[in-house]
């Protein structure tokens, strides 16, 4: 009699939590500690919301269309992160060697333009030691409102 009331009690405390079906895999979830979240202290890196290799491969592609174009307009939180990635690819050029050359060359997508990069940089950029881009914000996007700037090369 005991277990049938103790069973009753367990079933009506689930259904007062929102669970419709009683399951022992829910408690042991719970019990073992899968469903802890840890915060991310000291991890700061723009996701933009795309697994690493999507995120990578849109990082590389604003990277070449900034130093091809000198300005491209995206949203903000892009181009907060591209900042990183172009700055260091006007260190490369400015750096000048072999190997600069070929890290340059693994991270932009055009030959040609790390060739005229390692060419213009050293004279365009010789007295400066850092920050090569300037990010400008804008209007909000039309659609969704999204926070809009343009990044550009200083």
């Known amino acids: 009699m005991r277990v049938l009331a103790l069973l009753a009690c367990i079933v009506a405390s689930a259904a ?5 079906s009683f399951t022992g ?5 719970v019990s073992n500690g ?10 700061k890196l723009a996701k933009l919301g795309k697994p690493a290799d999507q995120r990578k491969a849109l990082l590389r592609a604003l990277t070449t269309e900034v130093i091809r174009h000198g300005r491209i307009k ?3 939180v892009r181009a907060k992160a591209v900042r990183k990635h172009v ?3 006007i260190q490369l050029g400015k750096r000048g060697d072999l190997h600069a ?3 340059a060359m693994g ?3 055009d030959k040609d333009l790390v060739h005229s990069l390692f060419e213009a940089a050293p004279e365009r950029y010789s007295e400066r030691e850092g920050g090569y881009t300037r990010v400008l914000r804008t209007m909000p996007r039309q659609g969704d409102n ?3 700037a343009v990044i550009e090369l200083v």
């Open 74 to 76: 995206t949203t903000l």
């Open 16 to 20: 007062a939590f929102g669970v419709s």
């Open 25 to 29: 895999s829910t408690i042991t979830a």
């Open 34 to 43: 899968s469903s802890l979240s840890m915060m991310r202290h000291r991890k």
């Open 87 to 89: 700055d260091h690819m």
């Open 146 to 148: 999204a926070k809009m």
């Open 107 to 109: 991270w932009i997508y």
């Open 101 to 103: 050359r070929r890290q």
